[in-house]
């Protein structure tokens, strides 16, 4: 399944900003149409993500530490789900997700995807651009993302600025990620494909 219908890849500078945490996490991100996301945070805390199908490795070179995962569910990470704006298709089987139904009204298409535990996911798209995301439990809203400013260029569109508030118990948590200086490359970074640990890191499984 290809989460990102790119013929190309793009580079952007990106800011998350949450109501829990003060300081505002500022990198640098790639990602193209093969599920390749590199993803370098310089602050506050210098880490790296790359993430490919369904493999995530986290490392921190300042502490010398690593951190694999396996059968990773993209839809957990932030960037992710604000990515799945970039893409004009979207095939959410792969993650556990079994689509119900879709309905149409003028431009406006939603699409209802249903995860065995329960939680349902509707995907409202505007023309080619997902536009919301609404997340259901037991037919209780308990999150939300929606997307704007999208930048287009090669023949893909990114959306720029992406909005997300959860429920949780402690109340509503909202987040705000930004896309800035973004440029669209004729290809992936080979050098960001396979980042290599130092063989001295030990890289824990999860």
């Given at each position: 399944?290809?989460?990102?219908?790119?013929?190309?890849?793009?580079?952007?500078?990106?800011?998350?900003?949450?109501?829990v945490?003060?300081d505002?996490?500022s990198g640098i991100?790639?990602?193209?149409?093969?599920?390749?996301?590199?993803i370098?945070?310089?602050?506050?805390?210098?880490?790296?993500f790359?993430?490919?199908?369904?493999?995530?490795?986290?490392?921190y070179?300042?502490?010398?530490?690593?951190?694999?995962?396996?059968?990773?569910?993209?839809?957990?990470l932030?960037?992710?789900?604000?990515l799945l704006?970039?893409?004009?298709e979207f095939?959410?089987s792969?993650?556990?997700?079994?689509?119900?139904?879709?309905?149409s009204?003028?431009?406006?298409?939603?699409?209802?995807?249903?995860?065995?535990?329960?939680?349902?996911?509707?995907?409202?798209?505007l023309?080619?651009k997902?536009?919301e995301?609404l997340?259901?439990?037991?037919?209780?809203?308990?999150?939300?993302?929606?997307?704007?400013?999208?930048?287009?260029?090669k023949?893909?569109?990114?959306?720029?600025?992406?909005?997300?508030?959860?429920?949780t118990?402690n109340?509503?948590?909202?987040?705000?990620v930004?896309?800035?200086d973004?440029?669209?490359?004729?290809?992936?970074p080979?050098?960001?494909?396979?980042?290599?640990i130092?063989?001295?890191?030990?890289?824990?499984?999860?």
């Amino acid at each position: 399944m290809i989460l990102f219908m790119f013929s190309a890849a793009v580079f952007a500078n990106i800011s998350i900003s949450n109501s829990v945490q003060k300081d505002t996490i500022s990198g640098i991100i790639y990602v193209d149409q093969e599920d390749h996301i590199y993803i370098e945070v310089k602050h506050p805390v210098h880490q790296i993500f790359t993430f490919r199908g369904d493999t995530l490795l986290l490392y921190y070179p300042d502490d010398r530490k690593a951190f694999l995962f396996s059968e990773f569910n993209p839809m957990e990470l932030p960037v992710s789900r604000a990515l799945l704006g970039s893409g004009k298709e979207f095939d959410l089987s792969t993650y556990g997700f079994r689509f119900l139904k879709k309905k149409s009204k003028g431009d406006t298409t939603l699409s209802y995807w249903k995860k065995e535990e329960g939680g349902t996911v509707v995907l409202k798209n505007l023309k080619d651009k997902l536009i919301e995301i609404l997340i259901l439990h037991n037919g209780k809203e308990v999150g939300k993302t929606t997307y704007s400013d999208y930048k287009e260029g090669k023949g893909l569109h990114i959306p720029s600025r992406i909005h997300s508030q959860i429920n949780t118990k402690n109340g509503i948590l909202t987040e705000d990620v930004t896309f800035t200086d973004v440029q669209f490359l004729d290809a992936f970074p080979d050098s960001l494909k396979h980042i290599k640990i130092p063989e001295d890191v030990e890289v824990k499984g999860w």
